[in-house]
Antibody, heavy 122, light 104 residues
Framework: EVQLVESGGGLIQPGGSLRLSCAASGFTVSSNYMSWVRQAPGKGLEWVSVIYSGGSTYYADSVKGRFTISRDNSKNTLYLQMNSLRAEDTAVYYC????????????????WGQGTLVTVSS | EIVLTQSPGTLSLSPGERATLSCRASQSVSSSYLAWYQQKPGQAPRLLIYGASSRATGIPDRFSGSGSGTDFTLTISRLEPEDFAVYYCQQGNTFGQGTKLEIK
């Protein structure tokens, strides 16, 4: 079964750091395009970052320079290192596999993990 | 950057009725890369439709997608109680703001 399980969320003070993990099963993370998508409380979905199978990484402007996406092929796990956290980073963070990509044309996200809540507050 | 605008913001219908949800793009997009998701409270989004009109695995055939260019539609032919949720369209790294489908 194809599955994603996130962990690492919690309560963190502004300016702090947190690392999220996303363990995959049923497929190989390094062979896929993997993204992080977040959802602030009561709000819609916001794409955060992607890592390509070739290793290239891209970020939303709102997190560029503060967040780093990476993966550990031996653990088949995706990560999101979040530094200099702000109150506006408070959200449920989902990891998701992208399918259907064709060149520069993005595909769709399937499956999604269950999400992990990050709360940035003093 | 493409902006996706969904309408209506909230749709109030009864079980058994037909639901029509709209997603309008700020510029023409390839229908091959337009997707729809369903999200229930406390759950992750679930892929319903990809390529504008292809149902994802396990999605009932009461869900259908259509459209091209800048205008796309998600139709639920006969609403079941479990269909009341929030629906999002997506193209590229952009999501619409969502349509909440609530029980009337």
């Amino acid at each position: 079964e194809v599955q994603l399980v996130e962990s690492g969320g919690g309560l963190i003070q502004p300016g702090g750091s947190l690392r999220l993990s996303c363990a995959a099963s049923g497929f190989t993370v390094s062979s896929n395009y993997m993204s992080w998508v977040r959802q602030a409380p009561g709000k819609g979905l916001e794409w955060v970052s992607v890592i390509y199978s070739g290793g290239s990484t891209y970020y939303a402007d709102s997190v560029k320079g503060r967040f780093t996406i990476s993966r550990d092929n031996s653990k088949n796990t995706l990560y999101l290192q979040m530094n200099s956290l702000r109150a506006e980073d408070t959200a449920v963070y989902y990891c998701a596999r992208e399918a259907g990509r064709s060149g520069w044309y993005w595909g769709w996200f399937d499956p999604w993990g269950q999400g992990t809540l990050v709360t940035v507050s003093s | 950057e493409i902006v996706l605008t969904q309408s209506p913001g909230t749709l109030s219908l009864s079980p058994g009725e037909r639901a029509t949800l709209s997603c309008r793009a700020s510029q023409s997009v390839s229908s091959s890369y337009l997707a729809w998701y369903q999200q229930k409270p406390g759950q992750a989004p679930r892929l319903l439709i990809y390529g504008a009109s292809s149902r994802a695995t396990g999605i009932p055939d009461r869900f259908s997608g259509s459209g091209s260019g800048t205008d796309f539609t998600l139709t639920i032919s006969r609403l079941e109680p479990e269909d009341f949720a929030v629906y999002y369209c997506q193209q590229g790294n952009t999501f619409g703001q969502g349509t909440k489908l609530e029980i009337k």
